[in-house]
């Protein structure tokens, strides 16, 4: 359900990144999620990374039905795991980057939680 999102209002006008390309890691769930909801609201096309490629594709399917007729911003999601530099470089994500004259956004949203103790 969208219901992380329900009554959530931009404070960014509508259009203000029109045609730039922002890229989102951990773009699936959660955070990254909200973060690409923003920057599509905003017409920015949005390309979401993750591990779980399943996910992303869900979440970008989610998205882009929700977009108005009008609107040519998208999201489009990529498989990488940029704990590994060697898949990150050999990615289509990283073509992206080398694709494009200037490099407009690039948002990593990236939790690891390991070894959590609860505090006494």
Not at 4 to 32: D, E, F, H, Y
Not at 67 to 83: E, F, G, H, K, Y
Request: hydrophobic share 40%; net charge positive.
């Amino acid at each position: 359900t969208a219901s992380w999102v329900s009554g959530i209002k931009s404070c960014l006008a509508a259009g203000l990144l029109r045609n730039q390309v922002a890229i989102v890691t951990g773009g699936g769930p959660g955070i990254g999620k909200a973060i690409a909801r923003e920057l599509l609201h905003l017409e920015c096309n949005v390309v979401i990374a993750s591990r779980n490629f399943d996910r992303l594709k869900s979440t970008a399917e989610e998205m882009n039905a929700k977009r108005l007729p009008s609107d040519t911003a998208i999201v489009t999601p990529i498989q990488c795991n940029i704990r590994k530099e060697e898949e990150f470089n050999s990615s289509p994500f990283f073509s992206i980057f080398s694709k494009h004259e200037r490099k407009e956004i690039y948002i990593e949203v990236f939790f690891q939680m390991r070894n959590l103790t609860p505090v006494m």
